[in-house]
């Protein structure tokens, strides 16, 4: 798959809540850098979690983005049509013998973990790694809960150094050496769903021919993750830019700590002009 000649960026929420003010800084901050760019915003669902993704809330977000003055290209990618897409991605990871099913519970991971991983959760000591493929097998068959992991290491091994290209909005350019080997074997199918978030963004990224990612420093480190299934599935690179977040004190803005939505800023009476100047955005093009 080849990248366009033209600038393609994509602004991707998950609908599992109301927008705030956080999504709203990531949102103008894309649509800034496209304007930018002479390029073009698509809106993509990250709704893999079929059960906290709602349709209302699918609503929602396409309802606050029109409210800031954004518009975007029609279709919407909605993740949760895609499950045969990321299916085909693990074949080939599975194919190259980097794949790998962990039966470990969150808890036998937490007091095995001698380490923590760039989110801050308890790094995988690789237990399951080392079982035999009979003992994979035998587990399998006996219907035991698991996830897919990446054996980091021979991914590492086979691909060699990897880079990440970053941009920034006033024109620099610069390129730092990816560390994938900070995540371990991270999990590339979840339990309850059968994709993981690191592995369907990097094949919708590849199929809408993305070539520009703006996103938040909270997934600065998930990026290496990413240039490494990237390289393994012989995807384009993306350049990449992270922007700073919108704190509530020392926590970011967040929907599980109940942060105040675009929707109680309206109906309090807010204006769509008061959220882009309140967040650096008075003026921005809209396509």
């Known amino acids: 798959m080849t990248m366009s000649m033209s600038p393609i960026l994509r602004f991707a929420p998950s609908p599992n809540g109301r927008l705030h003010l956080g999504h709203a800084y990531s949102a103008l901050f894309t649509w800034r850098a496209a304007e930018i760019l002479g390029g073009t915003v698509l809106l993509r669902m990250e709704d893999i979690d079929q059960v906290r993704c709602k349709p209302e809330f699918d609503l929602g977000v396409r309802e606050d983005l029109a409210w800031l003055g954004l518009t975007w290209p029609e279709p919407v990618l909605r993740q949760s049509q895609r499950f045969p897409a990321y299916a085909q991605a693990c074949d080939c990871l599975g194919a190259m013998d980097l794949l790998y099913p962990c039966f470990c519970t969150r808890k036998l991971i937490a007091e095995r973990a001698s380490a923590t991983d760039p989110d801050g959760a308890p790094l995988y000591p690789g237990t399951c790694r080392h079982l035999s493929r009979a003992e994979r097998k035998a587990r399998l068959a006996s219907g035991l809960a698991h996830q897919w992991r990446v054996d980091n290491a021979r991914a590492r091994a086979m691909t060699g150094p990897i880079t990440v290209s970053q941009f920034s909005l006033e ?103 008061d959220v882009r100047r309140r967040l650096g955005f008075a003026r921005i093009s809209s396509g």
């Open 171 to 273: 024109g620099t350019m610069t390129e730092r050496p990816a560390e994938p080997e900070k995540w371990g074997d991270a999990v590339i199918v979840r339990k309850d769903t059968p994709t993981s978030y690191h592995l369907s963004v990097v094949v919708d990224d590849a199929f809408q021919n993305v070539t520009h990612i703006t996103r938040g420093m909270d997934l600065y480190h998930a990026t290496d993750l990413h240039r490494l299934l990237q390289v393994l599935l012989a995807f384009p690179a993306p350049l990449y830019c992270h922007h700073d977040l919108i704190r509530d004190g020392d926590e970011k803005l967040a929907k599980s700590r109940g942060a105040e939505s675009l929707r109680d800023l309206r109906e309090a009476g807010l204006t769509a002009q």
